[in-house]
């Protein structure tokens, strides 16, 4: 289950939830992410029932709700942004003046000692709203993270500000106007100043997410029994998208964006694919093809039947791969939050042994107090709790920006770990914009019927191959008629067909269907630069066809940059062997690293053999198997649905390009998931030994808790600025 939770404040929160929720009977896996508010549960379906959990979260004081849009995740944050502006105003407001009466005290500026109390009992007057109103939302999450037995860095927080009130409330009782109401008043507006800027970065991360899905809200309904593909003399009522359901029909204005996946019903469109796959070109699709939501319509009005609707489409689940990635939790990620439970209690406990130990050793109680304090609020762990998940938000931001979209969040670390990448062939390290070369039909059969009845039996399919024999039928002004009774795919060898009068078609590789039909006697050689399809219809051979392909834009530079950091590179398909080896020569791939004529079966022991971890790049259904074998699965934009669904990386733009963003962008983001790591934990280490054993004023402990926290975001924000 992946829905939303409202009512976090900090990481603390995220990781109380899990704790209590991985606690559940049933539940085998529990992962919250702050920065996006996404929870992932999975375990037994009465134990992962959206009433359970809400439950279990409604008695630690927080709110299950469905998955946030991204539209709602903007508007959220812009509430808590307003809502942080709106206390950090109230604390600096008030908090001056306190700061201001200390600094007067501390700089013996009064003249007499009476009036240096009065003004430390002003100084507490001022800070009294910034401690209970501003501060307000620190007790209430340390008092749930309590509850959920998890406490964090509030409880932390919380206990600094209520020692450091305590503390001057004892030493104004005993006549000492050496106070601290300032050091509470800079804890509470300093993390209220750092939580502000988390939340900036937060903002920019999540804001790539929002982009994904810039679709029209409403659409125009076709009603009526008109013709299925022109739309004429139906009626057309403009509704709101989220309300049409799959199978019922929407009329795409000229230059109008797509908002919802489906069917193409005329003979041909032309669109604009640039922002599910950053083509430039328009392309020509003709009936039958599957249209993703996003595209925009560049031809002639269309009629699209719907097959996804709102929530269901292709961009939808993009968005909800990008917060489960949120919520799932890599390897760095989990060695952080076990570091920040640990810390919490361990502060505590060293802040209480400090505390007796000078005691014990004679040191006044005041001083002893104070250093026990410092202690308290250096150890804060927000530094840990914001390493990992602030680096993994940026680099998925930046990797969504160059068009890669991480889907499992251990890819975003094992990626920039690959040793070796292997690729497929067609519409991967090539154009996949086959073209139809020639036709070879069998005696007796016409040209024109082979490739009609070619086409036919392509209908819909989101192979390379088919995709450019509808386009030949297109061009040659035939229509594929109505959609096949039945098909039946066979990864990496053909298709059959069968229309509702038991018409049976096979279509696919020569020696596939020569398993199936009778094949004529070898005829004409096929030449080394083509592919071969062959059709056969009710166990007779219709003939061949013919198509050529060319390498993609900038295949042969991604491969030499692969190449140049040490990577094992290896092309493996099922098209001919001489045809492999041509294209391989073509990039600079050395026929010993080429393998053609593999089965899906043989694709994936290949990819097993390679040395680990091994990156696959693939597009179609016989590529689903390496995918799913290889460390880290990568589809294409163009990739099929089988192929997308097990990839752990999907690549939005033309070509591989973005193969070599992908790893780039995973080197960077891990390396700074350990510099975050190491910071903190340095930090942490140095400043609880410092406050334990010298005399450290808790301002300057406040100050150094505040600057850890922010080196922490400034660091992750480099992976948006510049290139980690």
Not at 371 to 380: F, I, K, T
Request: aromatic letters at 4%; proline letters at 6%; hydrophobic letters at 50%.
């Amino acid at each position: 289950m992946l829905c939303s939770v409202e009512g976090m404040w900090c990481t603390s929160c995220a990781l109380a939830i899990e704790h209590r929720l991985g606690r559940l009977p049933g539940v085998s896996r529990a992962g919250v992410d702050y920065l996006s508010a996404t929870l992932l549960v999975e375990g037994t379906p009465a134990a992962v029932a959206p009433e359970r959990v809400a439950a279990a979260l409604g008695r630690l004081g927080y709110r299950l709700c469905d998955l946030e849009a991204a539209p709602d995740t903007r508007q959220r944050l812009d509430r808590e942004s307003r809502a942080l502006a709106g206390r950090l105003l109230l604390a600096a407001v008030f908090g001056m003046w306190t700061m201001l009466a200390s600094l007067l005290i501390y700089a013996g500026a009064l003249p007499e000692p009476r009036l240096e109390r009065v003004l430390a009992w002003v100084s507490g007057a001022f800070a009294l709203p910034v401690v209970t109103l501003a501060a307000w939302p620190f007790y209430r999450a340390a008092w749930r993270t309590l509850r959920a037995g998890r406490p964090g860095m509030d409880a932390l927080v919380s206990l600094g500000v209520m020692g450091a009130l305590a503390v001057s409330l004892w030493l104004l009782w005993r006549g000492s106007a050496e106070v601290y109401f300032d050091t509470a008043v800079m804890l509470v507006l300093l993390l209220l100043a750092g939580r502000w800027v988390e939340t900036l970065a937060r903002y920019r991360g999540l804001r790539a997410l929002e982009g994904l899905a810039p679709l029209p809200e409403r659409v125009s309904r076709l009603e009526g029994e008109g013709g299925e593909g022109s739309g004429e003399h139906e009626k057309v009522e403009p509704v709101p998208a989220a309300e049409m359901l799959p199978g019922e029909r929407i009329r795409v204005a000229s230059g109008e964006p797509l908002a919802l996946d489906g069917e193409l019903l005329d003979a041909a469109a032309r669109l604009d694919l640039a922002l599910l796959t950053g083509e430039s070109r328009p392309r020509t699709l003709t009936r039958g093809a599957r249209l993703s939501a996003g595209c925009r319509n560049l031809g002639a009005p269309f009629t699209l039947r719907v097959t996804a609707g709102v929530g269901e489409r292709r961009l939808d689940g993009l968005y909800r791969q990008v917060q489960a990635l949120q919520a799932g939790k890599g390897e760095l990620r989990r060695l952080a939050e076990r570091f920040a439970a640990w810390l919490s209690p361990a502060a505590l406990a060293l802040a209480l042994a400090t505390l007796v130990a000078l005691l014990l050793a004679g040191v006044a109680p005041e001083e002893a107090a104070v250093r026990a304090l410092s202690v308290l609020v250096v150890a804060c762990p927000c530094a840990v709790g914001l390493a990992v998940p602030l680096a993994s938000l940026a680099g998925t931001a930046r990797a969504l920006e160059a068009g890669v979209v991480f889907r499992d969040p251990a890819a975003l670390e094992l990626a920039g770990e690959v040793r070796a990448v292997a690729f497929d062939k067609t519409g991967t390290l090539t154009l996949g914009a086959l073209r139809l070369a020639a036709l070879r039909p069998a005696p007796g059969v016409a040209e024109h019927d082979l490739l009609a009845l070619a086409a036919r039996a392509e209908w819909g399919s989101e192979h390379p191959l088919g995709l450019a024999i509808r386009a030949a039928a297109a061009e040659a002004g035939i229509d594929p008629g109505e959609a096949p009774a039945g098909l039946v795919e066979h990864p990496g060898q053909g298709r059959e067909a069968r229309d509702a009068d038991g018409t049976r078609f096979c279509i696919g590789a020569p020696g596939w269907l020569a398993e199936r039909v009778a094949a004529p006697a070898q005829g004409e050689a096929v030449p080394p630069w083509a592919s071969e399809v062959a059709l056969a219809r009710n166990g007779q051979w219709l003939g061949t066809l013919w198509l050529e392909d060319a390498p993609a834009p900038g295949a042969r530079e991604t491969l030499e940059t692969l190449s140049a950091d040490g990577l094992v590179l290896a092309l493996i398909s099922g098209d001919r062997p001489a045809l492999v080896r041509r294209l391989g020569r073509r990039l600079g791939l050395p026929p010993a690293a080429c393998y053609g004529g593999r089965s899906p079966e043989a694709k994936r022991h290949l990819v097993a053999a390679l040395p680990g971890p091994v990156l696959y790049v693939g597009d179609g259904i016989n590529d689903a198997p390496a995918l799913a074998a290889a460390t880290v699965g990568v589809a294409t934009g163009q990739a099929s649905a089988a192929a997308r669904d097990a990839a752990a990386i999907q690549l939005l733009g033309q070509g591989v390009q973005g193969v070599a963003c992908a790893i780039a962008t995973a080197r960077a983001t891990r390396r700074v998931m350990r510099q975050n790591l190491t910071l903190s934990a340095l930090y942490n280490a140095l400043a609880l030994g410092l406050a334990a054993w010298m005399v450290i004023p808790p301002q300057v402990a406040v100050l150094a808790m505040v600057a850890s926290s922010l080196s922490v975001v400034a660091n992750a924000a480099r992976l948006g600025v510049g290139r980690g």
